[in-house]
């Protein structure tokens, strides 16, 4: 009954960072736990509220609450007429943490139709020692394109490391640096 709504979940798991990032499995088990939820069928809404930690596999999402809107037309088996995932919401210090990316910001929105996933606050990307600032992360999953923005006079900040490891700092006295 639930294994739609826990595809589309997971798919949420799969998505607050860029499309490089690691893609979630949906074969694995998904882990979701919260103080409260509410399944409101007449508005076609499940909240799960309160510290919600959603775990699969190395992939985790936390946030202070996690909406999940669906459409009630769905056709597969098993979605006990719940429908298919419209879209999810994320809001209240939302955290999306792989083993080689974190993502943070106020409200993350995942539109399943179009694929695109919308970070907005004080976004924080980091992948390794990179880090991106901004107050809005757009990803589109599909094409792989994402933009970065900063409102109101800010501006996007981007700390990227150059050297790799193994590399070594260029010699001074080379002849290609003369």
């Known amino acids: 009954m639930m294994r739609q709504f826990l595809l589309g979940l997971a798919l949420v798991l799969a998505g607050l960072?860029?499309?490089?990032?690691?893609?979630?499995?949906?074969?694995?088990?998904?882990?979701?736990?919260?103080?409260?939820?509410?399944?409101?069928?007449?508005e076609r809404r499940i909240i799960w509220q309160g510290n919600v930690n959603a775990i699969q596999g190395t992939s985790s999402i936390r946030?202070?609450?996690?909406?999940?809107?669906?459409?009630?037309?769905?056709?597969?088996?098993?979605?006990?007429?719940?429908?298919?995932?419209?879209?999810?919401?994320?809001?209240?210090?939302?955290?999306?943490i792989t083993p080689t990316q974190r993502a943070r910001g106020q409200e993350g929105v995942y539109t399943l139709a179009t694929e695109t996933i919308v970070l907005t606050g004080d976004v924080v990307i980091n992948q390794g020692e990179n880090v991106i600032t901004a107050t809005r992360f757009v990803t589109n999953l599909q094409t792989g394109n994402s933009s970065w923005e900063s409102g109101e006079g800010g501006r996007v900040r981007a700390v990227l490391q150059t050297r790799q490891d193994g590399d070594t700092p260029a010699d001074p006295d080379s002849p290609s640096n003369r």
Do not use: K
């Open 17 to 42: 960072v860029p499309a490089q990032a690691q893609i979630g499995n949906s074969s694995l088990p998904l882990d979701i736990e919260a103080d409260h939820v509410d399944v409101l069928d007449a």
């Open 63 to 96: 946030a202070q609450r996690i909406d999940v809107f669906y459409t009630g037309n769905g056709t597969g088996s098993g979605t006990g007429g719940w429908g298919d995932i419209d879209r999810i919401v994320a809001a209240g210090d939302v955290y999306y």
